[in-house]
Nanobody, 117 residues
Framework: QVQLVESGGGLVQRGGSLRLSCEVF????????LAWYRQAPGNPRESVAR???????SYADSVKGRFTIDRDNAKNTVYLQMNNLKPEDTAVYYC???????????WGQGTQVSVSS
């Protein structure tokens, strides 16, 4: 059984920062590709950032230069550092763990990020 628990969301002003955390409970953390997605009301869920098992990162164009994804294999945790936040970043942020062995997906429950103007 794999569970993902996110934390760190909240309300910030434009230009502010937040750091999201997602702890993965279960085995084989190092075998997971990890990613953050977000979904704003009325919009489809979209990919924000991804980090591979070897630490290679990729980002959506809308967040490049502002967001940083990182993983701590010792803590079974993936982070999303979000700087210079904009109102359009407002969404529920979800953590995804994709097993590179079974290709099963595991999702967190989501954490709300709200950016005021």
């Amino acid at each position: 059984q794999v569970q993902l628990v996110e934390s760190g969301g909240g309300l910030v002003q434009r230009g502010g920062s937040l750091r999201l955390s997602c702890e993965v409970f279960g085995s084989r953390f190092t075998s997971y590709v990890l990613a953050w997605y977000r979904q704003a009301p009325g919009n489809p869920r979209e990919s924000v950032a991804r980090i591979t098992t070897s630490g290679v990162t990729s980002y959506a164009d809308s967040v490049k230069g502002r967001f940083t994804i990182d993983r701590d294999n010792a803590k079974n945790t993936v982070y999303l550092q979000m700087n210079n936040l904009k109102p359009e970043d407002t969404a529920v942020y979800y953590c995804l763990a994709l097993s590179s062995i079974t290709w099963r997906e595991f999702w967190g429950q989501g954490t709300q990020v709200s950016v005021s103007s």
